[in-house]
């Protein structure tokens, strides 16, 4: 693994206090943190961010901007405008109407979200050397005081992802918005890029939806007559409009090798939780619990919020008690 673009979280919690209008004092706490420092050109980047208004009066929106400090000309012109958005939530519980024709934020409530800054200046990969440096992104009141800012860097591929980037289609932007352009052959010819981790993160199971419940799907997942059940399944790799049946259980071991493979080469895969979710239920099918055990402990340990690690602890409750032979009796459903 690339140990220059090693995972950090980088964290900006800024408390500002300013003289908004005569006689008003306006008070935020806004936080804003992005996955890591450091990102290839094309990786869908994404900022998460809270603020909340410790004030007794109802203030004015939050902006967002994007610098692009170390981006080539057009593209630092172009991005304040593409960028620039406001980040005042839609709701009657955090907002309070409009005064002098400006929208509010309500006094004492909180709010977080995310927002998408990888599209920078709308860049497509041909000019991807545009984006190549430090670049800053921030949160601003709306008389353009900094309330918070997360810094990071494009940095050029090494290794895998030198040839891997040079093959990208052209005209991608990122690999989350624009991945219907990669081709179905990028994942076999590239399997340890960076970017193949956004293909397999986003590529539907090839499973079929069986069980009611937790425990019922996971009984029928390790039935040793899954394959004579379900023999074929479409190959969600053929291009569009072609139909193509394969070999369920070719299918599933090839899905399961990729999944495992880019997992040993990057551990620190940001979208690393999609990946387990989807090699566990792979796992299982193949008969190895305790790998599919392994994927859920993992799930259960550094899932961000608590329904997913909720759902994890179940699977792993599951998993033990088919162990103990305590799975369930209902028929097998196709």
């Known amino acids: 693994m690339n140990t220059r673009r090693a995972f950090a979280l980088s964290l900006v919690t800024l408390v500002l206090v300013s003289v908004v209008e005569a006689g008003e004092i306006s008070t935020w706490t806004t936080s804003l943190e992005i996955d890591r420092t450091q990102w290839l050109p094309g990786e869908p980047i994404t900022a998460h961010y809270s603020f909340s208004n410790n004030s007794m009066e109802a203030l004015p929106k939050i902006i967002w901007s994007l610098h692009l400090d170390g981006a080539k000309e057009p593209c630092r012109d172009r991005a304040r405008l593409l960028l620039d958005r406001s980040l005042l939530p839609q709701s009657d519980e955090t907002t309070s109407g409009q005064q002098d024709g400006r929208e509010r934020f309500a006094p004492g409530t909180e709010y977080d ?89 986003r590529r539907l199971s090839i499973l079929p939806g069986v069980g009611r419940g937790t425990l019922d799907r996971v009984t029928q997942l390790v039935d040793p007559g899954f394959f004579d059940r379900f023999p074929k399944t479409y190959y969600h790799e053929t291009p569009p409009n072609e139909v193509q049946w394969v070999s369920m259980e070719d299918a599933v071991r090839k899905c399961a090798s990729q999944l495992r493979m880019f997992i040993d080469a990057h551990p620190g895969f940001s979208m690393r939780g999609k990946l387990e979710r989807q090699l566990a239920d792979y796992e299982l099918v193949l008969g190895d619990t305790e790998r599919a055990h392994a994927a859920w402990k993992w799930l259960a340990e550094h899932e961000e919020n608590d329904k997913s690690r909720t759902l994890a602890q179940e699977y792993l409750s599951a998993i033990e008690s088919v162990r103990r032979g305590e799975g369930t009796t209902a028929p097998l459903t196709e």
């Open 113 to 201: 979200d995310e927002i998408r800054i990888s599209r920078i200046c709308n860049i497509e990969m041909r000019y991807a050397d545009r984006l190549y440096g430090q670049h800053r992104a921030c949160l601003h009141d709306y008389r353009g005081n900094q309330l918070a800012c997360v810094s990071f860097e494009i940095v050029r591929p090494e290794g895998a992802d030198i040839q891997a980037l040079a093959d990208l289609p052209p005209r991608l932007r990122d690999m989350e918005t624009d991945r219907h352009l990669v081709p179905a052959t990028f994942l076999d010819e590239h399997p340890l890029s960076t970017y193949s981790g956004y293909i397999l993160a």
